[in-house]
Each structure stands twice: as structure tokens, then as C-alpha cells.
């Protein structure tokens, strides 16, 4: 009788870990949206250019009707029902990652559709942008300069500053003529380096103390 | 052998075998993507070049520039003391020790800013906090700085204020003598300060 009773004991409690251990792995909280890229190879991804595309060429698009691209509105409702352009959709920047908006976004790259997202300006757009190839979805594109680029972008497409294209990180000045032109002393300042940073050795956690 | 083992033994080997077979962790605890699209879109994330300006001038040891253009651009004209981390390295093991320091703001700038944005957008991917994206880059930098007009007559005491410091900042920065360069009022940017792990206390 003893005997059996500890077999049960052992049993009945290997069982219980067995029943913890898999509901623990069941329930285990996964993100809704999972990164479908390393880190590392959407820091490559960040390298190859042509996630962008000009305002005129979506205008070209626009006027060919073709249905090729599908724009992206990101700022609010409210600004979205102010002025739009043309077509575009609606998405504020926030709902991006609902679960309707990705199972359409998912629908449109089977069917070889390209989204442009267009925002505020470009780093909204960016910012989507980033989120949205992190999360694995390839059809999109950034439109150069926002919303407040386009209208004047597209009017005055003969205009050569604006068919030269706009790009986001294209410096506006010469920095270095203007600082000479204050009559900083650049060409020194900028031979030598720059103060080395002291880098401050992070200081480790300590580890449990203390005790008797 | 013992027959009342065989079942713990079996169970334990299924277990085993299950956890054999579970999807490998990532080697990074990384911040979901739908926390990361509330990060990106906070504006919190942003710094005015003024702000950033008022902090170089008064030497602010806890704030660190972190020019992410290439290296060259950055041998030809940097902000005073901002160091060098191509977007293209930024997410390095190396790097990203150094971003992890305490106490110290590290404030991303490119020319403009995407590419300082996108940089911030990988670092907090990996959950770096304390980083914030100069608004508008160098380019905004140089037009507050060095292209404001003086304002008209008329101009309200904000404006008046602005264009004195931003006058004294291009002073400062240019060699000129320095007058008081102090930040216009009213745009205070709260920063708020990492929770510390409280390591785990032992006593009696």
C-alpha cells in the first residue's frame, strides 16, 4: 500500500510540471505583429535606394489611371478631409499595424500592387515606411517631400529646381562656405578632429549583495 | 529497472523533445513592431536645433551629438564635438554599447531628417532609449541659425526673443564675441529619467 501510494505521489506530480511547463508555453505572450527581418538586414535594406519615388512620377501615374499605385494618406482624419490628393487613401500613421490594414496590405503585394505612403512630410512617411518593411511588406514606397511638396512639385513640373527631384538629406547650404562667409574659421576647425568623446565605462549592475 | 519511472521518464523526454523543437529565441529582446510604431510616432522624439544649440553652448555634459551620415560628410563639416556612426554601423554591437550609456541624451542628426530618423528608428528597435532625432538636420540648423532675418517691427516679444538667440548662437559658433545666449522660453523638453533597476537587495 505504501509502495503504490508513492508511485502515485510521483506520477501525479510529473504530471502536474507536464501540465505547467505546456501551458506556460501555450500562453506564452507573442508580439501581434512579428519582424519579419533581422535587424541587420533591414539596416541593408536601408542601403538600396529607390524606396522613393518623386512626386511627379506619381502624378504621371495618377493621370495615367493605370491603377499601378495606390496611395497611402498617413496624416489624420482631419487633415485627410481638408485636402487630399485625388485618389489616396486614408490610414493615419498610428492604425498602420491594425490586423484590417495589414491583411489589405498583404492582399495588394500578392497582387503585385505598389503603395506610395505619403505624410506630413517625408520622415512621416519614412517612419511608416520603416515599420511596415520591418514587418515584412516589400510593395511600398516613400513619396519624396510630403503632402505639402506634391501640389507644388506637380504645378510647376517645368520648373528645373523641381524636376531636379527632391531629396530629404540633400544639404540646402554649403555649410562650410557659409560659416566662412560669418568668418568662422573653418578650414582648421574642420581638419582637425573633432574632441574625442570620453567614452564613460558603463558601470556594472551589481549583483545581489548582501546577506549575513 | 523500476517500473513506477517509466512514466515521469517518458513525459520528461516528450518535454524534452518539445522544447528541441521550439523556434530559437532571438539573440535580442527587441521592442514589438506595434510599441516601435508608438515610438516612431510620438514627437517627443524630436529636438529643435535650438535646444540643441542652448545645450552645446552651455557644455551639457549629458548630451552627446551622433552625426549618422557617412564618414565623409562628416570630415567635411560636423557639428563641435559630435561623434561619427554611419547609419550603416549604428546597430553594432560596439555601438550599440556605447548609445546604451545612462545619463547621457544622444541626439541623431544627418542632413536632413530621414536618415537620422531612420537611425533612431533601428535603436529603438533595440530598445535604446535616451536618443532623440535633431528636427530638420543640418539644414534646418543652418537656416535658424545663419539665414533668420531679423524681425520686423512689429514682431512679438517670442519672435524678438528667438531672433536674439539664434543671433547669439551664429555668434558663437562663428568666433564672434558671445553675448548671453539664452534659450527662448517655453520649450522646455522634459526628459524623463530612466527608472534604475534596483538590484536585487539581500539582507537577513
Known amino acids: ?212 | 529497472m523500476n517500473k513506477k519511472y517509466i512514466i515521469p521518464v517518458v513525459l520528461l523526454v516528450g518535454l524534452a523533445f518539445i522544447l528541441v523543437l521550439l523556434p530559437k529565441k532571438k539573440p535580442y529582446n527587441e521592442l514589438p513592431a506595434k510599441d516601435l510604431l508608438k515610438q516612431v510616432t510620438s514627437s517627443s522624439k524630436f529636438i529643435s536645433p535650438e535646444f540643441v544649440a542652448d545645450r552645446l553652448i552651455k557644455k551639457d555634459p549629458s548630451m552627446i551629438l551622433v552625426d549618422v551620415r557617412s564618414e565623409d560628410l562628416f570630415r567635411e563639416y560636423s557639428l563641435p564635438g559630435a561623434l561619427n556612426i554611419p547609419l550603416q554601423e549604428i546597430v553594432k554591437p560596439a555601438q550599440m554599447e556605447l548609445l546604451s550609456q545612462e545619463g547621457i541624451d544622444y541626439i541623431f542628426y544627418s542632413t536632413g531628417d530621414v536618415l537620422a530618423d531612420q537611425a533612431w528608428i533601428l535603436c529603438k528597435r533595440q530598445r535604446i532609449d535616451h536618443i532623440y532625432v535633431m528636427k530638420g538636420g543640418l539644414n534646418e540648423w543652418f537656416s535658424s541659425f545663419f539665414m533668420s532675418l531679423p524681425p520686423a517691427e512689429t514682431a512679438s516679444n517670442e519672435e524678438i526673443e528667438l531672433y536674439q538667440f539664434r543671433s547669439a548662437v551664429r555668434q558663437y559658433f562663428t568666433g564672434g564675441e558671445t553675448q548671453t545666449a539664452r534659450k527662448p522660453a517655453g520649450e522646455a523638453i522634459s526628459i524623463t529619467p530612466k527608472k534604475k533597476k534596483s538590484a536585487a537587495e539581500g539582507g537577513c
Open chain 1, 1 to 212: 500500500m505504501k509502495e503504490l501510494n508513492r508511485t502515485d505521489r510521483l506520477t501525479i506530480a510529473s504530471i502536474l510540471v507536464a501540465v505547467i511547463l505546456f501551458t506556460g508555453l501555450v500562453t506564452l505572450k507573442q508580439p501581434e505583429v512579428q519582424y519579419a527581418c533581422t535587424i541587420d538586414e533591414t539596416v541593408n535594406k536601408l542601403g538600396a535606394s529607390g524606396d522613393v519615388i518623386s512626386a511627379v512620377d506619381v502624378n504621371k501615374a495618377l493621370l495615367n489611371n493605370d491603377g499601378s499605385l495606390i496611395l497611402v494618406d498617413l496624416r489624420s482624419p482631419d487633415e485627410y478631409q481638408k485636402s487630399h490628393i485625388g485618389p489616396a487613401i486614408n490610414i493615419p500613421i498610428q492604425e498602420i499595424l491594425e490586423k484590417q490594414h495589414l491583411e489589405n496590405f498583404s492582399d495588394l503585394s500578392r497582387k503585385n500592387k505598389t503603395l506610395v505612403l505619403y505624410g506630413k512630410d517625408q520622415t512621416e512617411a519614412n517612419g511608416a515606411w520603416m515599420i511596415l518593411k520591418q514587418a515584412g511588406f516589400d510593395n511600398f514606397l516613400v513619396m519624396e517631400g510630403g503632402y505639402g511638396y506634391f501640389a507644388p512639385a506637380v504645378n510647376e513640373n517645368n520648373n528645373s529646381a523641381v524636376s531636379q527631384g527632391y531629396y530629404a538629406e540633400k544639404p540646402a547650404y554649403n555649410f562650410k562656405e557659409v560659416l566662412e562667409s560669418f568668418g568662422a574659421p573653418v578650414s582648421s576647425q574642420a581638419a582637425a578632429n573633432p574632441e574625442p568623446v570620453k567614452v564613460i565605462k558603463k558601470v556594472k549592475k551589481s549583483a545581489a549583495e548582501g546577506g549575513c
